[in-house]
C-alpha cells in the first residue's frame, strides 16, 4: 500500500486548495475571535474581576464592531473560496504522512535497534490522549484556549517527557512487600545509542544524586557499544538505554531529613537546566505554559516532582559520578519510597500508577480532537523531535465520504518510533448533532517493528478511534463499535501477506485506543460495556461490564476545575488524583439523578472513581502462535494538567517469544 506524503495526488490541485484555503481564512479567523471574545474561561474570568477598570470589557467594545465590519467584508471572498474549496475535497486524500529525514533531530529514533525476535522478547510503549486542539472559539466550551500555544506546548511536553532517563529500581528487601521487586521510577534515557545497562549498587541512604557520562545524540557510537551485549544482567531487547540500580539496606527507602537537604543541595548546586532543543524562550500568555516550582511537565524546571528526574548520561563504560558533561545534566531527585512505582494490590499482575509523566521509551502515540489544521502543524513539528513517523490531518471535508457534509476532520494523529507500512481511515457514516459535522472515524495503522532471522517481518496493528460524544448515544458508539470491528478485520486482511502454510510475517501485537466516549460504571452506558469488542479485546483496567479494578481512575476531568491552583501542574494534579477526595472534587463522574453536575466539593459516595472515558484495549487472537503478550505496566498521565480536559493513558506490552536467552 503507498502512504500519502501530500493531501492531493499533484502539485496543481495543492495550489488550487492553497489559493482556495487563503480566500476562506480570513473570514474563519475573524469570526473564530469574535465569538471567543465572548466565551471566557474561568482563569480570564478571575482575572477579569482583579481588574477594577474593565479594560477587557472595553477592549471587546471597541474591537466589537472591527470584527464585524472585517468578516462582513471578507464574506464575499470567503464564498468564492468555498465553492472552489468544496469540490477540491472530492481528490483529497485521507491523511498525510510524514517522515524526518533528518533524523538528527530524532532524539526518540536513535534509540531503535532492529528486533531480531531473539533472547527473551520485548516490550512495547502505547499512549493515547484527547488533546482538545478545536478553534479557539470551540475549545473555550471546554474551557480551554490559545490553541496555538496549547498545540505547541502539549508536543513539547509529549516529547520530553517519553526522551527522559530512565532508571529501573530493584528493591533487595524481602520485608518491604509494599514495592514491586522489579518497578520503574519512571526513568529513561533516549541518549546514546544501543548501549548496556548500567548497574550501580548503591545503599539505600546514597540512591540520591547519580551523574552518568555519554553520548547524548546517540551518532558517535561505536560498533563496539553496539556488539557488547553479551553477560550476565543482559536486559530484554526491549529495554534499551536503562541504567539499573539495585537498592539494598535496611530502612525499606527512608532517608533522613539531613540527607534530602544535602541531595538538594548538591542538585542545585550543578547549574541551571537545559533549555529545549529549539531554544524556546518565549512567554505564554495563557497558564497553561507557566513553570511553576515543581512544575515537572515538561522537565525544563530546576527542580523535579517526587517521579522527577535525574538528568543522565549512560556512556560505553562504568558510571563515572566525577565527569559531568555540561551540555546534558539531569539533576537527581530523591528516590523515596514513593517515587518507586508501587502495586497497591498485590494480585495485580503489572505495575500500575498516576504519573506526573509520559512514560519514557514510548513508541507508539494515538491523539483524538487534534482539529484545527495549524495546530496540527506545530504539534507535528514538536513531536518530530522524537517521533520519526507522523501520521496527522486524518479524515475527509466536504461531501466526500460521507452522508453529511464535513467542516472538520477526524482530529486523529498517530506518532511511532517505527516505521509505518500501511494505513488506512474510514468514517463513521451515522454521526449525529454536533458530531456529524467531524469526520469521526477510525485510523488503522500496520508498523513493522523487526524481523526474524529467517527474513519474516514482525509487525504490529494499531487502532485509533473517537466515538460518538453525545450523552444518551448508546445505540450510536455501538453501531460505530460494530463498524470498528469490521474494519479492522478488513483492514488485516487486506494487509497481510502472509499465509499459514508460509507466513512472511509475525503479528506481534494488536491494540485499540481512543476516546471512546462511555465508561464503564454509569448505568446509562451498559449496551457499550456489553459489546462484543471487549470479548475479542481486553481493557486491562476492567473486571466485566459494569465493574473496573479498584486502582482505575476517570480520565474526564472537570473543566471547571482546570486552573485551580490545585491540579494546574502535573506534580499538584497526581497528588491530587492519589486521594479519594481529591478525584471527588476535580474528576467527572457519571451523572446521577441524586446530585448535581458540579463536581467541586462533592463528598457523596459514588460509584467508580471518576468516568474513564480513554481506552487501551489489546488482544491475545490473531496473534503469532508462539508468543504471548502481557501488560508491563500501566499509567495514568497528569503531565498535560492545565492544557485538556482529559488523562492521556500508557500502556505498556511485553511480547514474550518463548525463547531462552542467547
Known sequence: ???????????FLSVLH???????????WLADRLVASFVPTTYEKRQRADDPCYFHALCI????????????ASLPFALIGFLLWSPLQSARRPYIYSRLEDKSHANGATLLTEWKAAGNGKSFCFGSANVCLLPDSLARFNNVFNTQARAKEIGRRIRNGASRPQIKIYIDSPTNTSISAASFSSLVSPQGGDNTNRTVNAGIKRTTSMEYKGDNSGSNNSED??????GAGEPNEGEENTCVVRINGEDNGHMSDTETDTVNGQAHASGPAEPSPEGDTEISKTPNHKQKEGDSGSLDSY??????LVKVRVGDGTVDQSTVNNKLLYKASIMKKTSVRKKKHTDETFDHEISAFFPANLDFLCLQEVFDKRAAEKLKEQLHHYFEYIVYDVGVYSCHGCCSFKFVNSGLLFASRYPVMDAAYHCYPNGRGTDSLASKGALFLKVQVGSTPQDQRIVGYISCTHLQAIAGDTTVRCEQLDMLQDWLSEFRKSTSSSSTANPEELVAFDVICGDLNFDNCSSEDKLEQQHSLFTHYKDPCRIGPGEDKPWAIGTLLDPEGLYDEEVCTPDNLQKVLESEEGRKGYLVYPTSKNHSSSQKGRKASLKGNGRRIDYMLYTEEGLYLEWKVEVEEFSFITQLAGLTDHLPVAMRLTVSTGEDDP
Open 61 to 72: 467594545i471597541i474591537t466589537t464592531p472591527i470584527y464585524l465590519a472585517l468578516l462582513v
Open 225 to 230: 557499544s553496539r556488539e557488547d551485549k553479551g
Open 303 to 308: 527542580s523535579a516532582s517526587r517521579e522527577s
Open 1 to 11: 500500500m503507498v502512504l500519502y506524503t501530500s493531501p492531493f495526488p499533484n502539485s
Open 18 to 28: 492553497s489559493f482556495s484555503w487563503g480566500l476562506i481564512f480570513p473570514c474563519y
